[in-house]
């Protein structure tokens, strides 16, 4: 495959898991924190991420995201920071 | 045996020290892609996978499913074989072992290492036993180096003996094949005077590390014939995998395993005279002095007759049993594709592919593999499906 | 196929932590197993061995039990994957016609390691492995997307752990025979929502040995070989994202070739007893709907009512499956010792009444990206 | 033309996890631990069948297949059979931290034992070291039950070796 495409940054979150239990060396947060899937708007294929900004309780199967990059990026997978609920 | 299987399509990559601009599955496509172009097939007609590296050099579990996005296996049977640095000759045999058992036709074998991406002696030396070895056991070269001083010792070999293997392999290299790591003209005195990294083994004397991959196709005879006019037929394979303890390979100059996995491949192939029915030879030989001491294990010498063997230059190109033509290990090793890079060159050999690397009329091919703990593998390979 | 036997097997008690060294538990059931085949060493032409170095800590972890297994005296290989895959690789030894007798050992110390640290390291290292992911809440991941596509309940699920930790207590190989109730698994500490701790299997050290030959060899030295009638493996695509997490397609396929090659057109009928890979509750219902069990999404129902209770039409896990043991690597070599001990009637207050073919699986990767099944006959 | 680029700049991502791991010694290599750290005591396992002596002790001999359960003390001296000085650094893979070099790994052949062992000797000059030399452990006053901190390393027995071979 040559074709480069610019897909959104937003799209649907497939689905999620809360991780409670922690395991330091290997997690990029502290416990809880969640997971998702989410396929990006032009994208066929699912993306796993952090999710943010959103009540742990209030994550839905389905709900739109958007994804909230850092401020200073340095050429990683967390440059994304994590999806946040789409307000609309 | 049963079935014939052959080799009908041979692929790699260009191998480098650190291959940064691409990805381990990366890696692995371009060598499947040129080894599916070799034998004109496309991925659809591969009927199963086998994939082997050591899983310490990436630090990648589960490399099996990991390589689907770089092998294009997506929904196929893929089988993951790994035993140190014997893993590209064992996935050799694992790939002959799914076509003759005739639960597959046409099967893929992938081999690679991404060296560049871990401390290759620091992930070697944990295949010792953390209890009672790890801590002085430097990797492969430390029991290496003491095998040497051993057979020095016993058989009158010498230093420049090795150096004579490092100029043969390295030059061969430089010479003939575009696809190898080092490739460097280079004389038996830069050898002796490079540093020496484990006395007596000096820095040219000893294999580097490379990142690189490796994929051959193997088919069933039926198949083989369709694929192409001149498979490489298997006809000997063999292996033996003897010791659990490094401390106990010493003053073992005349490797037993490759021996005994010799024995076996050439009872199947009904070789009797090695030295005479072997045309050339693609060696597993992790440091030049191994060139020197192992020639016996493979009955092409008398016992001690390694150092005459060398010297006398029958194993250079143009002499009558041609040793690594393509440069073999101490040019190119990409760990879990080196075992692989054997029996893959040595088939180019016998199918007259060889190009550059060519060993005029050669028929009949001899490949090794060697690691774990003093373990071995040996191929046999054949430009006709038996010896007559 | 060529006809071969199972003539021998050997597991250990799997435990939370066995204090034998990898050689001593792979040297056990070894030697079992020869005991059980009526055979000596001398008689093994060939092994297989199934050590990863990642759950082992080791590179080339087979070099440990080399000489504990003899595999120092004879052709050998390491399959690193599922148990399933190393029974797999010795039947193609025997097969091509250039062995008659093949060993496969698969031993596993998962309590050396951290089981996290290390299915972390499965996961994609550019992507994948900063978010945290191993193979608890990956599998999470999975357990939601297949409860809500089909409406399957966490009851549902824990249904399966209760079943499990119960046909474990007939088992005395399994690490955990439990008394729990349903409510017990959905009141057990969250781990990763939806899946809880009951809703998981167990960090458990043990080993597993088979002794398998030719048909001629097998009849000659054994009075009851339990015929290996069909095999396949495959697998799915790598990226979680890229998969359907809620089937498993590469399951229905080894299934199918499995199924074709023993000659199995309705599974449900022909077949009558299956052990598979259970390491969350979750992934045995999943796994019964890609073996045709039963319609895709209908697992829930089934088992609801009852059918894959020891009494049921067809018993899933006996042995109490990877939720009462599971030693990695191990685990799917367990599953066709279950099934062998089935179909030779030897399996005592667990024994399914009139067993004459079994199903044995083993999964590979995360969330089941790749699988192996086996179909076994008396 | 600069996006490209930036597009063809590969990157590679740094990853140094951990991995700890607590190695169950086992039944025999915890009994040699124990006699080393308890009674300054080299110990290993002999075949009832071939008589030979394994050391380090493990369950089964590689000749006859057999469980060992004779446990026999074998002697703190015996002969380096061979060894090799290593120069060059790597990450040592239990602490994390580079090697410190250089070392000499000895391999030896303990008087009373039929297998060798991998220890390191109090030398690292190679005009000091041949193979044959008689070498004696060094044991730790402070043992705790580690293979190579209750013995220290290995000493070239050097005056014995002179008186030998000035008869």
């Known amino acids: 495959m040559s074709e480069w495409v610019e897909v959104s940054n937003t799209g649907t979150l497939l689905t999620y898991t809360v991780t409670r239990y922690a395991v330091p060396s290997i997690q990029p947060q502290k416990p809880p924190f969640a997971l998702g899937i989410i396929k990006l708007d032009g994208a066929d294929t699912g993306m796993v991420h952090l999710l943010g900004e959103v009540e742990l309780s209030a994550i839905r199967v389905g709900m739109r995201v958007k994804a909230v990059f850092e401020e200073v990026r340095q050429g990683s997978y967390l440059d994304i920071r994590y999806f946040k609920p789409l307000e609309i | 045996m049963k079935r014939l299987v052959g080799i009908v399509g041979v692929g790699q990559t260009h191998h480098k020290s650190r291959n940064a601009d691409c990805n381990g599955q990366e890696l692995i496509s371009i060598a499947v892609k040129r080894a599916l172009e070799d034998a004109e097939l496309t991925i659809a007609d591969i009927d199963a996978i086998v994939i082997g590296n050591m899983d310490h050099f990436e630090s990648i579990n589960c490399a099996d499913m990991w390589s689907v996005d770089g092998s294009g296996s997506y929904m196929k049977p893929i089988m993951k074989v790994t035993t140190g640095g014997t893993t590209g000759s064992a996935i050799g045999h694992a790939g002959f072992y799914h076509v003759a058992s005739g639960l597959f036709d046409t099967v893929l074998v992938i081999g690679w290492e991404q060296n560049s991406e871990s401390d290759t002696t620091a992930a070697i030396s944990t295949c010792f036993d953390p209890i009672t070895e790890r801590e002085y056991s430097a990797g492969a070269i430390g029991p290496l180096a003491a095998q040497y001083i051993a057979y020095m010792s016993k058989y009158g070999a010498t230093e420049e003996d090795a150096a004579l293997v490092s100029v043969r392999d390295h030059n061969n290299a430089a010479l003939y094949n575009p696809y190898a790591h080092l490739r460097q003209i280079i004389n038996v005195e830069d050898v002796m005077k490079s540093p020496y990294i484990s006395y007596p083994i000096k820095l040219l004397d000893m294999c580097p590390r490379t990142d690189g991959a490796c994929a051959v196709i193997f088919a069933s005879e039926k198949k083989a014939k369709r694929i192409t006019k001149t498979p490489a037929w298997i006809i000997g394979v063999g292996d033996c995998h003897i010791l659990v303890h490094l401390a106990d390979g010493i003053g073992l100059p005349n490797l037993p395993s490759l021996e005994n996995a010799a024995r076996q491949a050439y009872r199947m192939a009904g070789i009797n005279d090695p030295f005479n029915q072997i045309d050339v030879a693609e060696l597993y030989i992790p440091a030049s002095t191994a060139g020197v001491s192992w020639m016996e294990a493979l009955g092409l010498c008398e016992e001690g007759g390694g150092p005459r063997l060398i010297r006398s230059g029958i194993t250079n190109m143009g002499g009558k049993l041609p040793i690594n033509p393509s440069g073999g290990v101490l040019a190119t090793n990409p760990i879990g594709a080196t075992g692989l890079l054997r029996i893959g060159e040595a088939a180019l050999q016998v199918m007259g592919k060889a190009e550059k690397k060519q060993v005029e009329g050669a028929k009949v091919a001899l490949a090794t593999g060697f690691g774990g703990c003093f373990w071995s593998d040996v191929t046999v390979l054949s430009s006709s499906p038996s010896l007559e | ?378 | 033309m600069e996006e490209r680029k930036e597009a063809s700049e590969a990157l590679s991502i740094k990853c140094v996890a951990d991995m700890p791991y607590n190695y169950h010694a086992g039944f025999y290599y915890s009994r040699f631990l124990k006699e080393l750290r308890d009674n300054k005591r080299i110990i290993g396992v002999k075949c009832s069948k071939c008589h030979k002596v394994y050391v380090p002790p493990r369950i089964v001999c590689r000749d006859c297949f057999l469980k060992m359960e004779e446990f026999v003390p074998v002697s703190d001296t015996g002969t380096l059979l061979a060894f090799t000085i290593t120069n060059f650094s790597y990450i040592d893979t239990t602490t994390g931290e580079p090697k410190r070099i250089p070392f000499t790994a000895a391999f030896i052949r303990l008087d009373g034992a039929d297998s060798n062992i991998v220890h390191c000797l109090d030398e690292t000059d190679e005009r000091n070291i041949r193979a044959g030399m008689r070498v004696r452990a060094v044991f730790s006053n402070n043992r705790t039950g580690d293979y190579f901190h209750d013995i220290e390393y290995f000493s070239i027995m050097r005056r014995q070796n002179e008186e030998r071979q000035s008869p």
């Open chain 3, 1 to 378: 196929m060529d006809r071969v036997g199972i003539i021998g097997i050997a597991q250990t008690k799997y435990a939370r932590y066995n204090p034998a060294s990898h050689a001593e538990l792979a040297y056990e059931v070894t030697v079992r197993a020869l005991e059980d085949a009526g055979l000596t060493i001398e008689d093994i032409d060939n092994t297989v061995t199934v050590c990863n170095d990642f759950w082992d800590g080791r590179t080339i972890s087979c070099m440990t039990i080399t000489e504990a297994t003899g595999s120092h005296r004879v052709p050998t290989t390491n399959v690193e994957g599922d148990g399933t895959y190393g029974a797999l690789m010795g039947l193609m030894h025997l097969l091509s016609g250039i062995h008659e007798i093949a060993l496969v050992v698969a031993q596993s110390k998962v309590s050396e390691g951290i089981p996290s640290v290390i299915t972390n390291a499965m996961f994609d290292p550019v992507y994948e492995r900063v978010l945290g992911l191993d193979a608890i809440n990956s599998a999470a991941l999975q357990m939601r997307s297949y409860m809500s596509k089909y409406g399957i309940s966490e009851e549902q699920c824990a249904r399966v752990s209760v079943k499990n930790h119960k046909n474990a207590k007939a088992n005395p190989y399994a690490h955990l025979p439990m008394d729990i109730t349903v409510d017990d698994v959905l009141k057990s500490r969250v781990l990763a929502d939806p899946i809880k701790l009951l809703d998981t299997s167990p960090i458990s050290d043990g080993a597993c040995a088979i002794i398998m030959a030719r048909e001629r060899t097998a009849k000659k030295r054994h009075a009851r070989p339990i015929w290996i009638r069909g095999v396949g493996h495959c697998t799915d695509l790598y990226h979680l994202g890229d998969r359907d997490l809620t089937e498993a397609p590469a399951l229905a396929l080894a299934a199918k070739k499995a199924y074709k090659m023993a000659g199995i057109h309705n599974p449900l009928k022909q077949i009558d007893v299956a052990e598979v890979y259970d390491a969350f509750s979750y992934m045995e219902l999943m796994w019964i709907e890609s073996l045709g069990f039963c319609e895709p999404g209908h697992a829930g129902e089934i088992v609801d009512s009852g059918m894959t209770e020891m009494n049921g039409a067809l018993p899933v896990n006996p042995s109490g499956g990877v939720l009462a043991a599971h030693a990695v690597q191990v685990a799917g070599l367990a599953r066709i010792a279950e099934v062998v001990l089935q179909l030779r009637g030897e399996a005592a207050s667990r024994q399914v009444e009139g067993a004459r073919v079994g199903l044995a699986h083993g999964i590979e990767g995360a969330c089941g990206q790749g699988h192996c099944v086996f179909i076994l006959e008396k």
